[in-house]
Nanobody
Framework: QVQLVESGGGLVQPGGSLRLSCETS????????VGWFRQAPGKEREGVSCISASDGNTDYADSVKGRFTISRDNTENTVYLQIIGLKYEDTAVYYCAADTVGLGCALTSSEYAYWGQGTQVTVAS
């Protein structure tokens, strides 16, 4: 049974940092790519980063490049999203998702069948 559980969200001041975790079970990160998505109130879900199963290549949305870093620990079956320089516009529910996305990874939500329940990130002073 594929499961993904996000954690690490919280209330942070602008400029602060967070590390989100996506603990996975029921599959191997050697074969499943993982993406991080976020959804702010009243907005569509947005792909922010992903990491491919095959070679660990990563991709980022332009809005987060230089501030977000995705990584994975295959031995711990966990994918991380390190965020620095948080901005008000980063406020959203952050989700991780997994699937066998062929070569590479994708920032498109339709590419992923398995989703976590989300973790709230709120940036406020």
């Amino acid at each position: 049974q594929v499961q993904l559980v996000e954690s690490g969200g919280g209330l942070v001041q602008p400029g602060g940092s967070l590390r989100l975790s996506c603990e996975t079970s029921g599959f191997s990160l050697d074969y499943y790519s993982v993406g991080w998505f976020r959804q702010a109130p009243g907005k569509e879900r947005e792909g922010v980063s992903c990491i491919s199963a095959s070679d660990g290549n990563t991709d980022y949305a332009d809005s987060v490049k230089g501030r977000f870093t995705i990584s994975r620990d295959n031995t711990e079956n966990t994918v991380y999203l390190q965020i620095i320089g948080l901005k008000y516009e980063d406020t959203a529910v952050y989700y991780c998702a997994a699937d066998t996305v062929g070569l590479g990874c994708a920032l498109t939500s339709s590419e992923y069948a398995y989703w976590g329940q989300g973790t709230q990130v709120t940036v406020a002073s």
